[in-house]
């Protein structure tokens, strides 16, 4: 007999701050992970929006390029519990998850909760560990929950995944499939850095004396949440959803995608687009910041033709054409 589901987590403080504090507390954490992370103020920006926006990340990226460290960092400056899972072939579903361990003393059995029970949860090279493992983590970004046994566990509030897989590397890994793509609010390329920026970083690196490169706790996870809800309470003008929802059904009907943006497409693209206004100072979201996160928010939700997959066509060339071909309003007002 399985055991009933455990009563669902609280909701979550509706204290608010002000478009002025959470820009304010965004830059803050900016600056502070702009200390050892060189070179990312962009994508960084994108990913510190989705967080904002409730969202969770996926850097996709060649190795050594500083994703984990990124990732880590903004979690330190966010004040929030971290844990990482380096992901590898034989990592189980339980090994993210937790399990049920017999306890002999009480004759019972002791639910031991997994590293998803963070704040933050680096999936590290989740591309490396197979489909198995990599569905395990799909309750746990939708639903906020893990089911183990038949019981239900709700997880911290708030709660975010980061994620960073290897696209170059084929041997041992496992493509993310379409439904967990799905579940990431932006997937974010690093690229390389400039050449004054990597010189930066060995300046930098020899300046310390150590592998060892740390961050400062800017928020913690309460001001967190208290900056979520202060980006909720901003409102969208309704042409610039609209333009939102025209990029996403642009995306459906162009003759390279077999399958474009869902729904869930369009409102990662508006949510993020408010956060990165709110962390500007503004009130109101304007066009530009939704092309601003366009390609971050659909390029990973398109699966294109055979044809253009063999001729070599990348998914944010779409997004890119599909930007420079549908109309964006010609004005936006203040919400």
């Not at 926006?53 to 994703?67: C, I, N, S, T, Y």
């Not at 590898?88 to 009480?106: E, Q, R, W, Y």
């Not at 202060?230 to 990029?247: C, I, Q």
């Amino acid at each position: 007999m399985t055991d009933a589901p455990t009563t669902p987590a609280p909701a979550r403080a509706t204290r608010a701050l002000t478009v002025a504090d959470v820009s304010a507390r965004g830059s803050a954490v900016l600056d502070e992970v702009a200390t050892v992370v060189v070179g990312m103020r962009q994508p960084l920006r994108l990913a510190l929006a989705a967080v904002l926006a409730g969202g969770h990340v996926l850097f996709e990226d060649v190795p050594g390029l500083g994703k984990t460290l990124a990732a880590r960092s903004l979690a330190t400056a966010l004040g929030l519990d971290f844990r990482r899972v380096q992901c590898t072939p034989d990592l189980l579903p339980s090994d993210v998850t937790g399990s049920s361990v017999f306890d002999p003393a009480t004759a019972t059995f002791e639910f031991r909760p997994g590293p998803v029970f963070a704040g933050l949860l680096l999936a590290d090279e989740i591309n490396r560990t197979p489909p198995k493992t990599q569905s395990a983590l799909l309750e746990a970004m939708a639903e906020r929950q893990v089911s183990v046994d038949g019981r239900t566990h709700p997880l911290p509030d708030p709660f975010h995944v980061v994620a960073t897989s290897n696209p170059v590397e084929y041997e041992g890994t496992y493509p993310l499939p379409e439904a967990q793509l799905d579940r990431f609010m932006v997937r974010l390329a690093v690229g390389y850095p400039a050449r004054d920026a990597e010189v930066d970083v060995l300046a930098r690196r020899l300046e310390r004396r150590q592998e060892q490169a740390s961050v400062g706790r800017v928020v913690d996870a309460e001001t967190l949440v208290a900056m979520q809800a202060g980006v909720e309470a901003v409102t969208v003008d309704p042409d610039v959803l609209a333009y939102g929802v025209d990029l996403a059904a642009a995306t459906r009907a162009h003759r390279a995608v077999e399958v474009g943006a869902s729904p869930r497409g369009s409102q990662a693209l508006v949510l993020v687009a408010r956060s990165l206004a709110v962390l500007d100072g503004r009130d109101f979201v304007t066009p530009e910041d939704v092309k601003a996160v366009a390609v971050a928010a659909l390029a990973h939700r398109l699966s294109l033709t055979p044809q253009a997959w063999a001729s070599g066509l990348a998914p944010q060339a779409v997004v890119q054409e599909v930007l420079a071909q549908v109309p964006g309003p010609t004005t936006a007002r203040r919400a």
